[in-house]
């Protein structure tokens, strides 16, 4: 059964898995895709300018900086086919499509595998200590997705100026950082004015709750990189109406504000909720998503899975995660109500 059809007896589904905003699509997104309907009718790059100033606003980027991609996917693989990597190196657990992308493109990959002991922090020292010459690209998603741990401009800064010494393209993901609490710390996009080996891009798919509209972008400062994209990219990728939702959604302070405020409340709320709970280990979270360890031999990710499912709960089984295993799970942050289920059916098992 599909998720879109999903129905157990009383329960309404509630996907914890796909880390999308609880707050739904913003209302000025629907106002918007109506009254633009007509859009249809047009080619839709007349509608890009306008986009690439919202997102100029939004980022404080120069509009020239601004990449669009019908998808974090469609970014993932522009940038990949302009860098061509011959080696690439991936943080472990790390979202599973950076490997899917880059292996299209025939790239050998190596992992920099993180510790359970460290809560999965990354160690900068480390990370950059393990890199040469070899290299030729880095993906790194800041907040990480499944650990939901990130790392802060001043440390990122640190792994550009290795990369750009070494010679390697760093490509950071920023998809969760607009659910952190301090997104301007974290916010790498400032670094893009100083190193033109780095790109960071974003999807508004989860913070926005917009999957169905497929916008990405990203912002890379390399003048030469910059006129390839514009030579070799589909002029028409992205949508007329994306386009239209992207402009209107990154100006709505009202819903980014609500978006942000609940997410605190709620990521703080379950984790305390859950903390106390001895045989379950919670890894504290800066996204809107957390990653939990079960501690009892007998339970494993599956069966926790399968229990909450019987709620209407569909959470993430990590076993197919390089790096987790079977006694792993990761949930994203929904209602009120809903966060209170979940988190009483969880406990119900383990």
Do not use: W
């Amino acid at each position: 059964m599909s998720k879109a059809t999903l129905r157990i007896e009383q329960y309404q589904t509630v996907h914890f898995d796909t880390n999308v905003n609880p707050m739904g699509t913003p209302d000025s997104v629907k106002k918007a895709i109506q009254e633009n309907i007509d859009a249809v009718v047009a080619y839709p790059e007349v509608y890009y300018d306008n986009l690439k100033r919202s997102i100029s606003m939004y980022t404080r980027a120069p509009e020239d900086n601004v990449v669009l991609g019908n998808g974090s996917s469609d970014i993932l693989r522009l940038f990949a086919a302009l860098v061509m990597p011959k080696k690439s190196l991936l943080i472990s657990p790390g979202p599973i499509e950076y490997s899917h992308v880059l292996k299209s493109y025939g790239s050998e990959i190596e992992y920099f595998d993180l510790s359970e002991e460290d809560n999965y922090e990354i160690d900068l020292a480390q990370l950059c200590h393990s890199l040469d010459s070899s290299f030729d690209m880095i993906i790194i998603s800041n907040p990480n997705n499944p650990t939901s741990k990130s790392i802060d401009r001043e440390s990122m800064e640190i792994l550009a100026k290795t990369c750009q010494e070494l010679g390697i393209f760093l490509l950071i993901d920023e998809m969760y950082i607009e659910f952190t609490d301090n997104e301007e710390v974290l916010n790498s996009i400032p670094l893009t004015a100083y190193y033109q080996n780095i790109a960071v891009m974003r999807s508004v798919s989860k913070f926005f709750a917009v999957p169905g509209i497929r916008l990405a972008y990203a912002i890379h400062s390399n003048p030469e990189n910059i006129e390839i994209i514009n030579i070799t990219g589909m002029k028409n990728n992205l949508a007329s109406l994306s386009a239209v939702a992207g402009t209107v959604m990154l100006g709505d302070k009202s819903y980014i504000e609500a978006s942000k405020s609940m997410i605190h409340t709620e990521r703080s709320l379950v984790y305390l909720a859950m903390s106390t709970c001895k045989t379950i280990k919670l890894f504290k979270p800066e996204a809107n998503f957390m990653l939990a360890k079960l501690l009892k031999d007998d339970i494993f990710a599956k069966d926790v899975a399968d229990h909450c499912r019987t709620r209407g709960i569909i959470i993430r089984d990590c076993n197919d995660i390089r790096g987790l295993s079977n006694k792993y799970i990761r949930f994203s942050f929904m209602k009120p109500k809903q966060n209170d289920l979940m988190v009483n059916t969880i406990l119900e098992i383990v």
